[in-house]
Structures are given as structure tokens and as C-alpha cells.
Nanobody, 123 residues
Framework: QVQLRESGGGLVQPGGSLRLSCTASETIYYVNRVGWYRQAPGKERELVATVTDGGPANYADSAKGRFTISRGNGRNMTSLQMNNLKPEDTAVYYC?????????????????WGQGTQVIVSS
């Protein structure tokens, strides 16, 4: 069972920066999309940023201009650079990896999720 592990979360003051990373316990093949989601207390999980294989990055409006997602290589799946952090960015951040492959007429997909890393933006 492949596991994803996020790292890089923590406590930061408003205006500060953090870089989140996501590492897989084993190689994941046929990665189609990687992304970051977050869930604040009392709220639903929401998209922060995703990037597909060979495609442009997609950002939530709240992340545009401040966050940058990048794809890694090997078992380093993705990173999220977060700048100019705001208190409303406080949440648990989750890494997501979506793999997809075709064999004959059958499409195989799998969604992987990490356990999350806490980000707290507070003075």
C-alpha cells in the first residue's frame, strides 16, 4: 500500500512563507495529476492547487499569486511554495496523487491521499 507523507507545515506569522513537500513510500506509476488540498476547522476540504502531466497548474482564487505548485521526480511527488501567508490559510494541507492508465479497453485509476500537515498562520 503506497503512502503519501506531507512535510513542511508549521506555525508561521502572517506574511511569512512555507514550503510543503509530498513524498511517496514507493514509486507511483502513470501519475496523471498531483495536487494540494486543505481543510480548515469546520469547513470542507477544498482545492488549493493541482497540476496535470504536461499541463498548466490550476489554482484556487485564494492561492493565485501567492502559492506555486511544482511536480517532483521519483518519489518526491510535488511541492507547494506558499508565500505571503494569511491567517485564513490556516488549515491541514493534504497531498493528492491521481494515477491513470489504460490496458486494452480498461482504464485503471487510483487516488492517493496523504495524512495531512498542519499549517497555522498566526501572530
Amino acid at each position: 500500500q503506497v503512502q503519501l507523507r506531507e512535510s513542511g507545515g508549521g506555525l508561521v506569522q502572517p506574511g511569512g512563507s512555507l514550503r510543503l513537500s509530498c513524498t511517496a513510500s514507493e514509486t507511483i506509476y502513470y501519475v496523471n495529476r498531483v495536487g494540494w488540498y486543505r481543510q480548515a476547522p469546520g469547513k470542507e476540504r477544498e482545492l488549493v492547487a493541482t497540476v496535470t502531466d504536461g499541463g498548466p497548474a490550476n489554482y484556487a482564487d485564494s492561492a493565485k499569486g501567492r502559492f506555486t505548485i511544482s511536480r517532483g521526480n521519483g518519489r518526491n511527488m510535488t511541492s507547494l511554495q506558499m508565500n505571503n501567508l494569511k491567517p485564513e490559510d490556516t488549515a491541514v494541507y493534504y497531498c493528492n496523487v491521481f494515477s491513470s492508465s489504460n490496458k486494452g479497453w480498461t482504464r485503471y485509476t487510483k487516488d492517493y491521499w496523504g495524512q495531512g500537515t498542519q499549517v497555522i498562520v498566526s501572530s
